[in-house]
């Protein structure tokens, strides 16, 4: 019986139906491919095409043992394939070339037990639930995955939804401390289950299953691998290195302007002012309100003499009641319900949204946002509710161009990001930004700056921020803000509020991006002349809002932010050319340092400042771990520590402990 062959430089396969497909797939890494019944796709969720000058493959079939042993070698990882006695079922290993030590493998069938570590379930012609198991180590460390809120770092038994949602972004790319990377290369909703026995990775919906891993010598090699295969950022602009004012909301133009002449009479570096929801007449309308802001394009003008630049918001929904509603849904440019009543969020009336995985609704919405926006000189965006935020999250109600939510849903925010980089690029613009509230895998290519959604203002909440910037650099998005002062419940009449935005802000000033945002109470209602309610606007939300010793704070913190343009641009290099995070574990500089893969309080701001958030209410000392083999030197005091310590440092309210690295 022959189980193996070699096709066009992979290793197939092929018993009972199944077909399985191994591959290089750039330097070191390896793509694995199955279907049941039928022929492998090309398709890929994200991977993109390799470079076949980065990889050479050796393939040997053995003929002992009845055939049922092959491998495949791709620089410093193989893939060993056994075919199980009981079921002829096949079981691949993944290794280090050169040690053979096992960095990740499949099951085993158990013998009479009759496990599959590839399941395929039937559901409908060639659509399947898929569940793929793999052995785990107890002991072992995962990291990644995106943005879940919680404050643990390693994954070990955590179980995941592999699906988006309003702070949550799912993007399925793990590092494991073993010395490995692996990547879901699958855009369905699912699970995955880091046990202590086994992983378990589930697909609801799936035509075949499709995965990539990678062997590095490094955290840093590691992540270069997957960013090269599902692509890197662009460089950052230069107003993405600054301060950035937001709150909920300014409403009109007037207001605008106020804030960016107060900062600028202040002599406040200033880089950005956003715009937020609900300056529209309607979501789906993709222009302003000329109620509220009569004479947008000097507003646009007046704020660039300012070396400040607008930013804009731009909601995916429709209402039924917009004027593009019509048009777009007999294009068919909408999201589809399968049942109920066609409403897909109710918010300030009934809304669809709009479907970026279609080209044709792509260049609509950029259509209408090039002449209400960019044709005034606006060039960043804020692309709100991109997960989307569906009433429920019924995902198996809904279907896009390119398929079933179930099937194909967590490229939304991804596609929602392309719409407008490829519009941008297409016009000339040289750099582009777009802050957006969620990422899939290969968001980091359409310039996608992911915030962290509307999280709550609270201690809990800021620490759970933390965890969030670091996993989301290791999953491959490097550009990751968070609202300063959180966005939900912060009351600017209390001093408990005023200490947690003080820390907040101290933590923005060492993040990708520093953004202050929030809906801050109290609120005030907002009534059209056509006596429609509006949406509210918050508590004022500017650094001089919450007393001298705030703003006095804050401010230093804006020029602490402007002090460090420059290194803050070479991460951004770095970022682009590498892949490499901005904000960075721990043990992704020290990965040879066993403290440093345990801590989740600390981070490196690029390779040379260490941070460590004062993120306890009433703290005013925290213990800082310093790293070995580098020394250290307080960025406050002067003084100097040797690493592979924890220290005792002060910590009021004004300060924040970071430390250079002196080597």
Same mark, same amino acid.
């Given at each position: 019986?022959?189980?193996?062959?070699?096709?066009?430089?992979?290793?197939?396969?092929?018993?009972?139906?199944?077909?399985?497909?191994?591959?290089?797939?750039?330097?070191?890494?390896?793509?694995?491919?199955?279907?049941?019944?039928?022929?492998?796709?090309?398709?890929?969720?994200?991977?993109?095409?390799?470079?076949?000058?980065?990889?050479?493959?050796?393939?040997?079939?053995?003929?002992?043992?009845?055939?049922?042993?092959?491998?495949?070698?791709?620089?410093?990882?193989?893939?060993?394939?056994?075919?199980?006695?009981?079921?002829?079922?096949?079981?691949?290993?993944?290794?280090?070339?050169?040690?053979?030590?096992?960095?990740?493998?499949?099951?085993?069938?158990?013998?009479?037990?009759?496990?599959?570590?590839?399941?395929?379930?039937?559901?409908?012609?060639?659509?399947?639930?898929?569940?793929?198991?793999?052995?785990?180590?107890?002991?072992?460390?995962?990291?990644?995955?995106?943005?879940?809120?919680?404050?643990?770092?390693?994954?070990?038994?955590?179980? %995941?939804?592999?699906?988006?949602?309003?702070?949550?972004?799912?993007?399925?790319?793990?590092?494991?401390?073993?010395?490995?990377?692996?990547?879901?290369?699958?855009?369905?909703?699912?699970?995955?289950?880091?046990?202590?026995?086994?992983?378990?990775?589930?697909?609801?919906?799936? /035509?075949?299953?499709?995965?990539?891993?990678?062997?590095? &010598?490094?955290?840093?090699?590691?992540?270069?691998?997957?960013?090269?295969?599902?692509?890197? !950022?662009?460089?950052?602009?230069?107003?993405?290195?600054?301060?950035?004012?937001?709150?909920?909301?300014?409403? /009109?133009?007037?207001?605008?302007?106020?804030?960016?002449?107060?900062?600028?009479?202040?002599?406040?570096?200033?880089?950005?002012?956003?715009?937020?929801?609900?300056?529209?007449?309607?979501?789906?309308?993709?222009?302003?309100?000329?109620?509220?802001?009569?004479?947008?394009?000097?507003?646009?003008?007046?704020?660039?003499?300012?070396?400040?630049?607008?930013?804009?918001?731009?909601?995916?929904?429709?209402?039924?009641?917009?004027?593009?509603?019509? &048009?777009?849904?007999?294009?068919?440019?909408?999201?589809?319900?399968?049942?109920?009543?066609?409403?897909?969020?109710?918010?300030?009336?009934?809304?669809?949204?709009?479907?970026?995985?279609?080209?044709?609704?792509?260049?609509?919405?950029?259509?209408?946002?090039?002449?209400?926006?960019?044709?005034?000189?606006?060039?960043?965006?804020?692309?709100?509710?991109?997960?989307?935020?569906?009433?429920?999250?019924?995902?198996? /109600?809904?279907?896009?161009?390119?398929?079933?939510?179930?099937?194909?849903?967590?490229?939304?925010?991804?596609?929602? !990001?392309?719409?407008?980089?490829?519009?941008?690029?297409? %016009?000339?613009?040289?750099?582009?930004?777009?802050?957006?509230?969620?990422?899939?895998?290969?968001?980091?290519?359409?310039?996608?700056?992911?915030?962290?959604?509307?999280?709550?203002?609270?201690?809990?909440?800021?620490?759970?921020?933390?965890?969030?910037?670091?996993?989301?650099?290791?999953?491959?998005?490097?550009?990751?803000?968070?609202?300063?002062?959180?966005?939900?419940?912060?009351?600017?009449?209390?001093?408990?509020?005023?200490? %947690?935005?003080?820390?907040?802000?101290?933590?923005?000033?060492?993040?990708?991006?520093?953004?202050?945002?929030?809906?801050?109470?109290?609120?005030?209602?907002?009534?059209?002349?056509?006596?429609?309610?509006?949406?509210?606007?918050?508590?004022?939300?500017?650094?001089?809002?919450?007393?001298?010793?705030?703003?006095?704070?804050?401010?230093?913190?804006?020029?602490?932010?402007?002090?460090?343009?420059?290194?803050?641009?070479?991460?951004?290099?770095?970022?682009?050319?590498?892949?490499?995070?901005?904000?960075?574990? %721990?043990?992704?500089?020290?990965?040879?340092?066993?403290?440093?893969?345990?801590?989740?309080?600390?981070?490196?701001?690029?390779?040379?400042?260490?941070?460590?958030?004062?993120?306890?209410?009433?703290?005013?000392?925290?213990?800082?771990?310093?790293?070995?083999?580098?020394?250290?030197?307080?960025?406050?005091?002067?003084? &100097?520590?040797?690493?592979?310590?924890?220290?005792?440092?002060?910590?009021?309210?004004?300060?924040?402990?970071?430390? /250079?690295?002196?080597?």
């Amino acid at each position: 019986m022959t189980f193996f062959s070699k096709e066009r430089d992979a290793l197939v396969f092929r018993y009972n139906g199944e077909t399985v497909r191994i591959e290089a797939w750039n330097k070191d890494s390896l793509r694995v491919r199955s279907v049941m019944v039928g022929e492998i796709s090309d398709y890929s969720a994200a991977l993109l095409e390799p470079d076949a000058t980065q990889h050479k493959i050796s393939i040997s079939i053995s003929n002992a043992n009845d055939g049922r042993n092959a491998k495949i070698e791709n620089g410093r990882i193989t893939a060993e394939c056994f075919v199980q006695p009981w079921g002829d079922a096949l079981r691949i290993s993944f290794k280090e070339t050169d040690t053979g030590k096992v960095l990740l493998e499949e099951i085993t069938n158990g013998g009479a037990l009759a496990k599959r570590a590839r399941y395929f379930k039937h559901i409908s012609d060639n659509v399947y639930k898929l569940k793929v198991r793999f052995e785990s180590k107890p002991d072992e460390k995962l990291f990644g995955m995106g943005q879940y809120q919680q404050e643990r770092m390693n994954l070990k038994g955590c179980n %995941l939804e592999l699906a988006h949602r309003n702070s949550q972004a799912s993007v399925p790319f793990l590092l494991s401390d073993n010395g490995y990377g692996f990547f879901w290369n699958n855009a369905a909703v699912g699970e995955v289950h880091f046990g202590l026995d086994t992983t378990e990775w589930v697909a609801e919906e799936t /035509n075949q299953m499709d995965y990539w891993i990678t062997a590095g &010598e490094s955290p840093a090699d590691i992540v270069y691998n997957y960013t090269g295969v599902t692509g890197r !950022a662009p460089m950052m602009p230069e107003y993405g290195l600054g301060y950035w004012q937001c709150k909920l909301r300014y409403y /009109n133009q007037e207001q605008v302007l106020d804030i960016a002449r107060e900062y600028h009479k202040r002599n406040i570096k200033l880089d950005v002012i956003v715009i937020d929801y609900y300056h529209w007449p309607r979501c789906g309308d993709w222009r302003f309100d000329p109620e509220y802001f009569p004479n947008p394009k000097s507003m646009v003008e007046e704020l660039k003499e300012m070396g400040i630049q607008c930013m804009v918001s731009i909601w995916p929904q429709v209402d039924i009641r917009s004027e593009n509603f019509e &048009e777009m849904k007999q294009q068919g440019l909408l999201v589809r319900s399968h049942s109920g009543v066609d409403v897909q969020m109710v918010f300030h009336g009934d809304n669809l949204f709009m479907d970026p995985t279609n080209p044709a609704t792509r260049k609509y919405v950029w259509d209408k946002c090039k002449k209400n926006y960019y044709d005034l000189g606006i060039r960043t965006f804020w692309l709100d509710e991109a997960e989307p935020e569906f009433t429920g999250y019924d995902y198996e /109600n809904y279907q896009y161009h390119a398929g079933s939510v179930l099937k194909i849903g967590n490229i939304y925010p991804r596609e929602y !990001a392309r719409a407008f980089y490829e519009g941008q690029k297409q %016009l000339g613009q040289e750099s582009v930004v777009n802050l957006i509230r969620c990422a899939w895998a290969g968001s980091q290519r359409y310039g996608a700056l992911v915030w962290s959604g509307d999280i709550m203002s609270t201690w809990e909440d800021f620490r759970k921020q933390i965890v969030a910037g670091l996993q989301m650099g290791i999953a491959g998005i490097p550009w990751w803000t968070t609202d300063i002062g959180g966005f939900h419940g912060g009351d600017v009449r209390t001093e408990e509020f005023r200490e %947690l935005l003080i820390r907040w802000f101290q933590f923005g000033c060492y993040c990708p991006v520093m953004r202050m945002h929030g809906s801050r109470v109290p609120h005030e209602d907002i009534i059209n002349k056509a006596g429609e309610v509006r949406e509210v606007t918050g508590a004022d939300n500017e650094i001089w809002s919450f007393g001298q010793e705030a703003y006095e704070i804050m401010k230093h913190f804006i020029e602490v932010r402007e002090s460090m343009r420059d290194y803050s641009r070479s991460l951004m290099e770095e970022a682009s050319s590498s892949g490499t995070p901005v904000i960075r574990a %721990l043990f992704y500089e020290f990965p040879q340092d066993e403290k440093a893969w345990t801590i989740t309080d600390e981070y490196m701001y690029g390779p040379k400042i260490l941070v460590a958030p004062v993120c306890h209410q009433g703290q005013v000392k925290r213990k800082v771990y310093l790293p070995a083999e580098s020394s250290w030197e307080d960025s406050f005091s002067g003084e &100097e520590y040797s690493g592979g310590q924890e220290i005792m440092v002060d910590a009021p309210l004004e300060r924040i402990p970071v430390f /250079n690295r002196k080597k």
